[in-house]
Structure formats: C-alpha cells, structure tokens
C-alpha cells in the first residue's frame, strides 16, 4: 500500500481494474504505457487510478451541496429536477440516485442524519425533502407558505430542521421532522436580508446573512416549541 495525505491507497501493480471503465477519456491502455515508459502521469490519471473522484452522467451537472455520513457522500445538484447523489465514499461510485419530481428544482442545500437526508430546493415556494437513505425515495415534503421562497441553507438537530431563506428580510423556518410541517419562524429585522448559512447548537441557531456588511444572528432556541 501507498499512502495519500494518511489514507492507504493501492499501489499501480494492485490495482483490479475493469477494462472498458471510462477514465475521463484517460485509456487504461495509454495510463500503463505511460507508467512503462517512466512518463510522470497527469493529475487526472492519477485521479482516476487512485479512485478520487466521482464524476456526473451526462446532465448531472452543478453540485451546489454536500453532506456525508460514514460510508457515502450525498451531493446535490442544480438542475431541474433536482438530483441528490449518493456517492460510495471507497469507490466514488454512484450507489443510488434521487430525483426531484416535476417542479422540484434546483438542490441548493444538504443536511442529514441517521436515517434521511434532507433537501433544500431553490423553488417558489421553498420545498424541503424527506429522503429515506435506505432507498433514496421522497419520504414526505415541507412547502412554504406564500413568500417563503428559496431555501438556500439547512442545519438540524435531533427533532428540527432549519431552512433559511434567500428572500428579504431573511427566514429562518424550524420544521418539525416528524411531520415535515412548520413549528416556528423567525423572521430578520428590516435589512436582515437572505439567509446564505445556518449552523446550530444545543441552544442557539446561527443564521449568516447575505448583508452589506454581513452579519450573523444568534437566534435563542432553548425553549423549543413552540417559541423561537
């Protein structure tokens, strides 16, 4: 074995590789020639031997969001529909894909936990989906109301989701995962415009506003419900 940045990695004479794999247009031919002949490889192909890499089908395109668990990598795309990928953290390889039903557009956020992921779409209204990890299906859906467009951010805790909304002033929507309806709103002072990123705590959520100058917002959720 080799190692990469501490992680252990075949060596070129180890490598099981499967002949008619496509190698973004890097033969396995040309790779072993240029092995033979002592020629240094380019960064693709070493990307490509050393398995670092997942790449799209044709029209998998634009990944706006990323989450992870222990063995996959869960990428979000910016298409319509919306595609959620999830990627085999030791092949990066495809293992099941998501995607959006007509009008379920735009994948601009990912969170996650045990059991689902959670997809925040770029629609008007905003949508949040309820992904089952075990089969990458539509297990329910949170749509906001009148106005609340654009989900742009997600973070979450045991029993919440947080969509922050690129609207103005911003939003912050705390959605019951249970039932994937709204528990609590906060909504930003004049000027507290487009929530970019969320991140939370035990007790607080913090909502990174796209501001001239930007701005963080602390919002206190000790009480939980039905307060924010």
Same mark, same amino acid.
């Given at each position: 074995?080799?190692?990469?940045?501490?992680?252990?990695?075949?060596?070129?004479?180890?490598?099981?590789?499967?002949?008619?794999?496509?190698?973004?247009?890097?033969?396995?031919?040309?790779?072993?020639?240029?092995?033979?002949?002592?020629?240094?490889?380019?960064?693709?192909?070493?990307?490509?031997?050393?398995?670092?890499?997942?790449?799209?089908?044709?029209?998998?395109?634009?990944?706006?969001?990323?989450? &992870?668990? $222990? +063995?996959?990598?869960? #990428? %979000? !795309?910016? @298409?319509?529909? /919306?595609?959620? *990928?999830?990627?085999? =953290?030791?092949?990066?390889?495809?293992?099941?894909?998501?995607?959006?039903?007509?009008?379920?557009?735009?994948?601009?956020?990912?969170?996650?936990?045990?059991?689902?992921?959670?997809?925040?779409?770029?629609?008007?209204?905003?949508?949040?989906?309820?992904?089952?990890?075990?089969?990458?299906?539509?297990?329910?859906?949170?749509?906001?109301?009148?106005?609340?467009?654009?989900?742009?951010?997600?973070? &979450?805790? $045991? +029993?919440?989701?947080? #969509? %922050? !909304?690129? @609207?103005?002033? /911003?939003?912050? *929507?705390?959605?019951? =995962?249970?039932?994937?309806?709204?528990?609590?709103?906060?909504?930003?002072?004049?000027?507290?415009?487009?929530?970019?990123?969320?991140?939370?705590?035990?007790?607080?959520?913090?909502?990174?506003?796209?501001?001239?100058?930007?701005?963080?917002?602390?919002?206190?959720?000790?009480?939980?419900?039905?307060?924010?």
């Amino acid at each position: 074995m080799i190692y990469i940045n501490g992680v252990a990695k075949p060596k070129l004479s180890d490598l099981q590789i499967d002949a008619d794999k496509d190698w973004q247009n890097h033969t396995l031919t040309n790779i072993k020639k240029a092995v033979a002949a002592g020629q240094p490889l380019t960064i693709e192909q070493m990307i490509a031997l050393v398995g670092y890499a997942w790449t799209g089908a044709t029209g998998e395109n634009a990944c706006h969001a990323l989450a &992870q668990d $222990a +063995d996959y990598v869960y #990428a %979000g !795309l910016l @298409i319509d529909p /919306a595609k959620v *990928i999830k990627i085999d =953290k030791v092949a990066m390889t495809t293992s099941a894909t998501w995607t959006g039903a007509a009008g379920e557009n735009e994948c601009n956020s990912l969170t996650q936990d045990a059991d689902y992921v959670y997809a925040g779409l770029g629609t008007i209204p905003a949508k949040v989906i309820k992904i089952a990890k075990s089969t990458m299906t539509t297990l329910a859906t949170w749509t906001g109301e009148a106005g609340e467009n654009t989900c742009v951010s997600l973070t &979450q805790d $045991a +029993d919440y989701v947080y #969509a %922050g !909304l690129e @609207i103005a002033p /911003a939003k912050v *929507i705390k959605i019951a =995962k249970s039932t994937m309806t709204t528990s609590a709103t906060w909504t930003g002072a004049t000027g507290e415009n487009a929530c970019g990123a969320l991140t939370e705590d035990a007790d607080f959520v913090y909502v990174g506003l796209e501001t001239t100058p930007a701005k963080v917002i602390k919002i206190d959720n000790r009480l939980r419900v039905p307060h924010f």
